[in-house]
C-alpha cells in the first residue's frame, strides 16, 4: 500500500483556492500510484479562522464536496474541514472519502484554549473515537491536540486499528538543537513512541505556511510499527510525501511485542473509575465549603 502525504500551505478562508490545490495533489499522487492521500488538519480552510469558522463551514451532504468524492474512486482521500451539524454546531472535523462515498467522519475531540491557541471558543467538542475499515485494513483517526492525549491512540488501537492518521496543524514553537524547532521534536519523539507502543503504522500529516504571524512547520512522517521511520517531508516547504507500508509488518510487531494482548482493559477502567468518583466527591466538598 503506497501513502501519499499533501504537506500544504492552506489558505485562510479560501475553501475554493485550497480545494483547488487539494484536486492538483491528488492528481500528482495518483500519478505516483498512491492508495491513500492523507491532507492536514483544516486543509480546505485554513486554521485561524476565528470569526470566520462559521462562513465557511459545510454539511456534509454539500456539493462543494463533490469532486472530492469524484476523484476518490481511484485513491481514498483524508481531507480537514469545518462541518456544521443540523444543530448548528461547528466541528473541527476530518473525513475519509473512499470510492465516491464518506466513509468516516472524526471530529476533534481535544480542542486546546490556552496560550496562542482559542479553538474552544469557536468549535463542539467531539464526542466518540472510532476504528473504521478501509480497502487497506482498519484505520483511526486523530487530529492534532488529541495526540496530546495519549489514551487516544491506546482507544483506537484496543478497537483495531492498524494504522493511525494523525492530522496537524503543528505550530513552530521553542528552539532545539541548531535548525531544530523544539516543539518538532517533541512531536516526532511522540510519533515514533505511538508508533512502537502501539505497533500501528503512524501517519503524521502536518501543513507549512504562516497564518497572523503563526509559522507551521511540515515535517511529515510516515512510522513503522518497529520506530522505524519510514519517509520524511520537508520542513517549512510544501511537499509531496510518499511512502510504502506492509500491513503484515503489524503483525511481525504484535507478535515480537505482544503489548496490545497484555492491555489490561479491566484494570484501567477500574483505576480511572476510582480517579472519577474521587473527583466528583472533592468538586461537591469544594461546592458545599463555597456555600458556607
Not at 79 to 92: A, K, M, P, T
Not at 126 to 146: H, N, P, V
Amino acid at each position: 500500500m503506497k501513502i501519499a502525504i499533501a504537506q500544504i500551505k492552506t489558505a485562510l478562508g479560501d475553501f475554493s483556492g485550497n480545494l483547488q490545490k487539494h484536486q492538483e495533489f491528488i492528481r500528482q499522487a495518483k500519478e505516483n500510484k498512491a492508495d491513500l492521500i492523507v491532507f492536514p488538519e483544516l486543509s480546505l480552510t485554513g486554521y485561524s479562522l476565528k470569526d470566520l469558522t462559521s462562513e465557511v463551514a459545510i454539511r456534509l451532504g454539500d456539493a462543494r464536496l463533490s469532486p472530492l468524492l469524484t476523484r476518490s474512486g481511484e485513491i481514498d482521500i483524508v481531507v480537514g474541514l469545518v462541518e456544521e451539524s443540523d444543530e448548528f454546531l461547528y466541528y473541527n472535523a476530518a473525513l475519509y472519502i473512499s470510492k465516491g462515498r464518506i466513509v468516516h467522519i472524526h471530529r476533534k475531540i481535544y480542542l486546546p484554549t490556552y496560550g496562542m491557541f482559542e479553538e474552544g471558543r469557536h468549535f463542539a467538542m467531539g464526542s466518540s473515537l472510532q476504528a473504521f475499515r478501509t480497502r487497506f485494513g482498519k484505520a483511526g483517526i486523530l487530529i492534532c491536540e488529541d495526540a496530546w492525549h495519549s489514551i487516544c491512540p491506546l482507544i483506537l488501537t484496543m478497537k483495531g486499528s492498524f494504522f493511525i492518521i494523525n492530522m496537524a496543524n503543528g505550530t513552530a514553537r521553542g528552539i532545539g538543537q541548531p535548525g531544530r524547532i523544539g516543539s518538532a521534536k517533541t512531536w516526532e519523539r511522540m510519533n515514533t513512541f505511538y508508533a512502537v507502543n502501539h505497533s500501528v503504522y503512524y501517519i503524521f500529516a502536518n501543513r507549512v505556511g504562516v497564518e497572523d504571524g503563526v509559522v507551521f512547520w511540515g515535517g511529515s512522517e510516515i512510522v513503522d510499527p518497529f520506530g522505524d521511520l519510514i519517509s520524511k517531508a520537508s520542513y517549512h516547504d510544501e511537499d509531496l510525501l510518499l511512502g510504502d507500508i506492509d500491513i503484515d509488518a503489524v503483525r511481525r510487531a504484535r507478535v515480537k511485542s505482544p503489548l496490545l494482548r497484555d492491555e489490561k482493559i479491566d484494570f484501567c477502567l477500574r483505576e480511572l473509575q476510582q480517579i472519577s468518583m474521587s473527583n466528583h466527591r472533592e468538586e461537591g466538598n469544594d461546592a458545599r465549603t463555597a456555600s458556607t
